[in-house]
């Protein structure tokens, strides 16, 4: 049968292919320590599982949704976005969708035009590339400066009469960067300039460690960038839900109103149980949040330095947010004789054990993404196999 074009061009996520070949590996036996993965590795807290056993006994979820989400959850986003990161807006301008990714995805098919492109900073994550392209945009990679973080004089160089949006995402998945309100804002001014739709992936939002708390969010930062951007987020990473699929898109309510139209013709509603579960995690308590912060901080500050100390590895600043660590290791894959990042990640998935996703599916190529959502005795072996790999 003979495929479209644009399925053709579709590479699959790295991420999810790196997991997968690590469980092969571990199924025939071998001992893989798996730190490709991108999602928290804490049990969803109790209260949120109750709230949707609650519900499924009550016979409350057997139903459609409105495609935008139930009202309950609407509202719920606006008041936890209010009280966690002084953001303000109405129920109107919140759609809920099958995961963040769906939002994103979903945003691209509302936004785009044929040829429409979309500035995306390198390093970017996974899906962002491959989700323009679906909606027949063009992704444009904008180099990394040495800090990783984006600069409007770079975006300059890479904008054109074509540039229809940009991609912005802090805490950055995968380096664990944060902007601070400054650069965020001198960015979100730039597109403002350009006319320029910015897509805010605030997805980590609430996973900061060390740097302002909250983390500002793009719609924070005076009205005008607001009225350029739309907020994708979620409850994935912050409440460890990711199977759970509930993400969100906040933005102009003719925006939204088009993208819950084509979602009434895509998913339809996010499942209306994972929605309930979602209200819950949202209003309910916040201290399993706290908790799991704590520990990802904990493991953050001993895995850190032990990776900086790993021969041919460079961490130029500590990650702040989210839960990844990504050094560029072109001296380490001098040092072992590698020319692609490919081939490195693939030794030290072979020969060290060690599953990490290649630098390669983030546009930048000689890094690897390591990530320390698991506990730390595991990350210590882990760490203490990549040290004996590099000696
Ligand atoms: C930067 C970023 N955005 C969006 C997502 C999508 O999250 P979800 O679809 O689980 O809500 C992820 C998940 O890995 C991510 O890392």
Redesign the pocket.
């Known amino acids: 049968m003979q495929l479209s074009q644009r399925a053709c061009g579709v590479r699959p996520s790295a991420?999810l292919k790196t997991g997968q070949q690590a469980a092969q590996l571990r199924a025939q036996g071998v001992d893989v320590i798996n730190l490709s993965v991108?999602?928290p590795d804490y049990p969803t807290p109790a209260a949120i599982r109750e709230a949707a056993v609650t519900a499924i006994r009550a016979n409350q979820v057997n139903s459609y949704t409105a495609t935008a989400g139930t009202p309950a959850l609407r509202e719920a986003i606006v008041q936890r976005l209010k009280e966690s990161q002084r953001v303000d807006v109405t129920a109107e301008q919140v759609v809920v969708?099958?995961?963040?990714?769906?939002?994103?995805y979903a945003l691209f098919q509302t936004l785009l035009d044929p040829g429409d492109e979309v500035l995306l900073p390198a390093p970017y994550?996974?899906?962002?590339a491959e989700q323009v392209k679906l909606a027949g945009g063009r992704p444009v990679e904008v180099a990394p400066t040495a800090t990783l973080k984006v600069t409007p004089e770079q975006l300059s160089v890479a904008v054109t009469a074509a540039t229809k949006a940009i991609v912005l995402?802090s805490p950055?998945?995968?380096s664990g960067l944060v902007y601070t309100a400054a650069e965020l804002q001198a960015i979100g001014k730039w597109a403002v300039a350009h006319d320029l739709i910015i897509i805010a992936?605030e997805?980590?939002g609430e996973l900061v460690y060390d740097g302002p708390v909250p983390v500002p969010s793009m719609l924070t930062l005076g009205d005008e960038i607001a009225a350029h951007t739309i907020l994708?987020?979620?409850?994935?990473?912050t409440y460890a839900?990711?199977g759970w699929?509930?993400?969100y898109a906040v933005g102009p309510v003719n925006v939204m109103t088009a993208l819950k139209n084509g979602l009434s013709h895509m998913t339809g509603n996010a499942a209306a149980v994972s929605q309930a579960a979602a209200v819950a995690a949202l209003t309910g308590d916040q201290a399993p949040v706290a908790k799991m912060k704590e520990g990802f901080k904990q493991r953050l500050d001993v895995v850190y330095p032990l990776l900086a100390a790993v021969p041919g590895f460079k961490l130029t600043t500590k990650p702040q947010g989210?839960f990844y660590l990504f050094p560029d290791v072109t001296a380490a894959m001098a040092m072992k004789g590698y020319t692609t990042t490919d081939d490195f990640v693939a030794a030290l998935l072979n020969d060290a054990h060690i599953a990490v996703v290649t630098g390669e599916a983030f546009g930048l190529p000689g890094h690897i993404r390591l990530s320390y959502a698991t506990d730390l005795d595991t990350l210590k072996t882990a760490l203490q196999r990549l040290k004996s790999f590099m000696e």
């Open positions: 991420t991108g999602q969708t099958t995961g963040a990714k769906m939002a994103l994550w996974v899906s962002y995402n950055q998945n995968p992936d997805i980590y994708v987020n979620g409850v994935s990473k839900m990711t699929r509930i993400g989210a």
